[in-house]
């Protein structure tokens, strides 16, 4: 691709739910335009796109038709399969490319590519079959947890296990999938650098948030969160040397576990922006979405400072999107609500920023 993407330009996104929604809303002011490919008939993306092209990833020319009508593409759904990537090579630019998304489709890699990067991921042992599973369970102890290789997510194929757990139910539980063991970290907090990386390598970074989860699910990210200074100079630095070796270009998302020994352990890697970064749609300068866009636009990226003194972001999960009246009449709560028609437990449906204003 040379050059900055002009105005009026359509981009495609592969994926079709809230943060395609996300992005296609941020790219609007810039004079941006957005397409969606993803094989849901309905989906949060679509009510917000110029078109969208509903049809299964396994339909390759469909996917070169849609990359035809788009002057780049991106995607906003990590587990899009790799053909679909590579048959849009020669089609149309792909950002990011299919490096970011074969890393880290696979935890078992993915864990890999982090220890060679000297990083610390969570420890771990690869496990294919109920002896290894017994094996990894003497070498790590218990707690542990059981985690299938690919398309986990929001807590999904995983499986817990405490001292005096069967692992043989565990193994049944994941019907045989090949897995990652993992030791089980103990932490005082979750926390997450969400950064956009350009195409001339530039990096710009957010404040780190203090993740909550319950099963699994985000529930809330606050900022300021739970790092030091120096701390969050680590995260960022190994964010950035994540983001440099993938060759990512947009934005990515790393989740640690800040230990109790202070120390950072590497959880995941989202090729894509992240739910711990929707703070930033009123909290920062710039949003991780609008950020995301201008990187793969080739745009100078914005800046990621605070507009206030911190935020706080939580999700609207499953039937508490019906708050929505309440939320919508409470003076400074921003309520953004996905179209999603079913609440489904353990869905997200929305999610509400409040900023806290800036220090006198
Ligand atoms: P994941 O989908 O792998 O990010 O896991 C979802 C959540 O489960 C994490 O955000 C943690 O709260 C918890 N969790 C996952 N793996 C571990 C681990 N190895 N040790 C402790 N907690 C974990």
Same mark, same amino acid.
């Given at each position: 691709?040379?050059?900055?993407?002009?105005?009026?330009?359509?981009?495609?996104?592969?994926?079709?739910?809230?943060?395609?929604?996300?992005?296609?809303?941020?790219?609007?002011?810039?004079?941006?335009?957005?397409?969606?490919?993803?094989?849901?008939?309905?989906?949060?993306?679509?009510?917000?796109?110029?078109?969208?092209?509903?049809?299964?990833?396994?339909?390759?020319?469909?996917?070169?038709?849609?990359?035809?009508?788009?002057?780049?593409?991106?995607?906003?759904?990590?587990?899009?399969?790799?053909?679909?990537?590579?048959?849009?090579?020669?089609?149309?630019?792909?950002?990011?490319?299919?490096?970011?998304?074969?890393?880290?489709?696979?935890?078992?890699?993915?864990?890999?590519?982090?220890?060679?990067?000297?990083?610390?991921?969570?420890?771990?042992?690869?496990?294919?079959?109920?002896?290894?599973?017994?094996?990894?369970?003497?070498?790590?102890?218990?707690?542990?947890?059981?985690?299938?290789?690919?398309?986990?997510?929001?807590?999904?194929?995983?499986?817990?296990?405490?001292?005096?757990?069967?692992?043989?139910?565990?193994?049944?539980?994941?019907?045989?999938?090949?897995?990652?063991?993992?030791?089980?970290?103990?932490?005082?907090?979750?926390? &997450?650098?969400?950064?956009?990386?350009?195409?001339?390598?530039?990096?710009?970074?957010?404040?780190?948030?203090?993740?909550?989860?319950?099963?699994?699910?985000?529930?809330?990210?606050?900022?300021?969160?739970?790092?030091?200074?120096?701390?969050?100079?680590?995260?960022?630095?190994?964010? &950035?040397?994540?983001?440099?070796?993938?060759?990512?270009?947009?934005?990515?998302?790393?989740?640690?576990?800040?230990?109790?020994?202070?120390?950072?352990?590497?959880?995941?890697?989202?090729?894509?922006?992240?739910?711990?970064?929707?703070?930033?749609?009123?909290?920062?300068?710039?949003?991780?979405?609008?950020?995301?866009?201008?990187?793969?636009?080739?745009?100078?990226?914005?800046?990621?400072?605070?507009?206030?003194?911190?935020?706080?972001?939580?999700?609207?999960?499953?039937?508490?999107?019906?708050?929505?009246?309440?939320?919508?009449?409470?003076?400074?709560?921003?309520?953004?609500?996905?179209?999603?028609?079913?609440?489904?437990?353990?869905?997200?449906?929305?999610?509400?920023?409040?900023?806290?204003?800036?220090?006198?």
């Amino acid at each position: 691709m040379s050059g900055p993407l002009a105005p009026g330009s359509m981009i495609g996104i592969l994926g079709t739910g809230q943060l395609g929604r996300m992005l296609a809303l941020a790219a609007a002011p810039l004079g941006l335009r957005c397409a969606t490919f993803g094989p849901e008939a309905e989906a949060p993306a679509h009510d917000v796109c110029a078109f969208h092209v509903c049809a299964p990833w396994e339909d390759l020319d469909a996917v070169r038709a849609f990359g035809a009508r788009c002057d780049i593409v991106t995607l906003e759904f990590e587990n899009v399969p790799v053909a679909v990537l590579d048959a849009l090579a020669g089609v149309v630019p792909l950002r990011p490319g299919v490096r970011s998304l074969a890393l880290t489709q696979d935890r078992l890699v993915e864990k890999r590519f982090v220890a060679e990067l000297g990083l610390s991921p969570a420890p771990f042992v690869e496990v294919n079959s109920l002896a290894d599973m017994q094996a990894g369970i003497a070498q790590l102890g218990l707690p542990a947890i059981l985690k299938t290789r690919r398309l986990g997510y929001d807590g999904r194929g995983q499986v817990l296990l405490r001292s005096g757990d069967d692992a043989a139910a565990a193994w049944d539980a994941v019907g045989g999938a090949a897995c990652v063991l993992e030791g089980f970290v103990g932490f005082t907090a979750e926390t &997450s650098v969400v950064l956009a990386r350009g195409a001339d390598g530039s990096v710009a970074a957010y404040d780190c948030p203090q993740n909550t989860h319950a099963q699994g699910i985000l529930r809330r990210s606050t900022v300021p969160g739970p790092l030091s200074p120096d701390q969050t100079s680590q995260a960022v630095a190994a964010a &950035s040397a994540i983001a440099a070796a993938l060759d990512h270009v947009g934005v990515l998302a790393v989740e640690f576990f800040l230990g109790t020994d202070g120390r950072l352990v590497v959880n995941e890697i989202a090729p894509r922006v992240h739910n711990s970064g929707h703070w930033t749609i009123e909290g920062a300068v710039t949003s991780q979405f609008e950020q995301h866009i201008r990187a793969v636009a080739g745009w100078p990226l914005g800046s990621t400072a605070l507009t206030g003194a911190g935020a706080v972001m939580d999700n609207l999960i499953g039937d508490e999107a019906g708050q929505w009246l309440q939320l919508a009449a409470e003076p400074g709560a921003h309520l953004h609500l996905y179209g999603k028609s079913q609440a489904r437990t353990g869905r997200k449906m929305g999610h509400v920023t409040r900023v806290s204003a800036p220090r006198p």
